[in-house]
């Protein structure tokens, strides 16, 4: 099993999506996505408290949070063989291109960067 499909994880934080359907929360619904940020630690709880009044946070219970890959490990990707063979015979740039290239979760992952280097540019 793996080892961090639990909530007792090891790091400050843990950033997700979250998914959540408009009825439940219609106040955190948004058409782009929103990040779910669980605090683990007491030093990820002193970090958000010096960052509150800057960034925009709804609290929500252990059970809103909850979903299936905290609590066990989702399956592999059927295709991910076939990349992995794919990235052998012709290398990463084309393996990049061909499964990822500028898809929803590559636009995603740069945009949460940006996010961090900003937050961490403020503590400075």
């Known amino acids: 099993s793996f080892k961090y499909s639990n909530l007792d994880r090891p790091g400050d934080f843990t950033i997700a999506d979250f998914w959540d359907d408009k009825k439940n929360r219609p106040d955190l619904y948004s058409c782009e996505g929103t990040s779910l940020l669980m605090v683990n630690t007491n030093m990820g709880l002193d970090l958000i408290n010096k960052l509150y009044d800057s960034i925009d946070l709804w609290k929500i219970t252990k059970d809103e949070a ?42 995603t992952k740069k945009i949460v960067k940006q996010i961090i280097k900003r937050v961490l540019r403020k503590l400075q």
């Open 66 to 107: 909850m979903q299936p890959c905290l609590i066990r490990p989702t399956c592999s990707n059927q295709r991910r063989q076939e990349f992995w063979e794919f990235y052998l015979l012709r290398g990463f740039d084309a393996a990049y291109k061909k499964y990822f290239g500028d898809s929803k979760y590559v636009i």
